[in-house]
């Protein structure tokens, strides 16, 4: 069963159409890659699945829940969509780490804030703070961080830093994490350290969109693709189908820039 659906996404910015209909779906456990060149749309839609950007048309839905329908204004309320954010987890291009704190607090912060809203927060504080503490510590050492909680980002690589940002969103416990070309501001050998961490990830069944250049990581991580040139899917299925065997001009050229 699909734990994501996208039908159908438009989405404008002025006169010009960034996306224009783009509808796939996606099975929990299963990653789907999304390729295109830059400017093709992949960061609008992960903007738009997050709800950091609002489609003018289409229909979003997790786990058979409609959470937005742009035909429904009931589902664009404020509230609503702040939490239908919790669905998602993102990690951007620039790992957007708060510099004030450890990696730990990083991870925290979120699900602390978070806990506030909880009826029991005020008579239990202890144990919940205690519980996010070692959970966040657990996700920690899940991306190769524990000897890395108490220092602060200034104090780690590119690569390590892109690992606190995986860390920060899966303490979210998202249905689906969204990574936003994640080794784009590294070079190679830092990309090899993040890479790895979301294969780790996948071999655990996590459900991903993962927006990225690397085709070789693509073949190897991801059980459908889709290429997506001006702000269209132009090919989509599973990679062996749509890397080896593509029917585009379009994507035979992509392909020859980045392999």
């Known amino acids: 069963m699909a734990i994501l659906e996208a039908k159908n996404i438009h989405k404008r910015f002025g006169g010009t159409e960034v996306l224009k209909g783009v509808s796939f779906s996606l099975d929990r456990g299963k990653s789907l890659a999304m390729i295109g060149s830059s400017g093709s749309g992949k960061t609008t839609l992960l903007r738009c699945l997050n709800f950091l950007e609002k ?13 937005f329908d742009a035909a429904d204004p009931s589902t664009h309320t404020e509230s609503d969509v702040r939490r239908k954010r919790l669905h998602f987890g993102l990690v951007f291009q620039q790992f957007n780490l708060f510099p004030q704190y450890t990696a730990l ?31 966040a510590k657990d996700i920690l050492a899940q ?18 830093q892109q690992r606190v940002a995986i860390a920060r969103a899966l303490a979210m416990k998202p249905d689906i994490l969204c990574f936003d070309e994640p080794t784009s501001a590294l070079d190679p050998e830092l990309s090899g350290e993040v890479l790895a961490a979301i294969r780790r990830l996948s071999e655990r069944n996590i459900t991903m969109v993962i927006a990225t250049h690397e085709m070789g990581f693509a073949r190897e991580v991801a059980s459908q693709v889709i290429f997506l040139s001006d702000g269209a899917i132009l090919e989509s299925g599973p990679p062996e189908q749509v890397l080896s065997n593509p029917q585009t001009e379009r994507l035979r050229s992509f392909l020859n820039a980045v392999l």
Request: proline share 6%.
């Open 55 to 67: 489609p003018d048309e289409g229909v979003i839905k997790v786990n058979g829940e409609t959470l």
């Open 105 to 135: 607090g990083n991870v925290t912060l979120a699900p602390e804030l978070l806990a506030k809203d909880d009826p029991s927060y005020g008579s239990d504080k202890a144990r919940i703070l205690a519980r996010i503490r070692d959970e």
């Open 143 to 160: 991306v190769g961080l524990s000897e890395k909680m108490d220092s602060y980002p200034h104090q780690l690589s590119g690569g390590q």
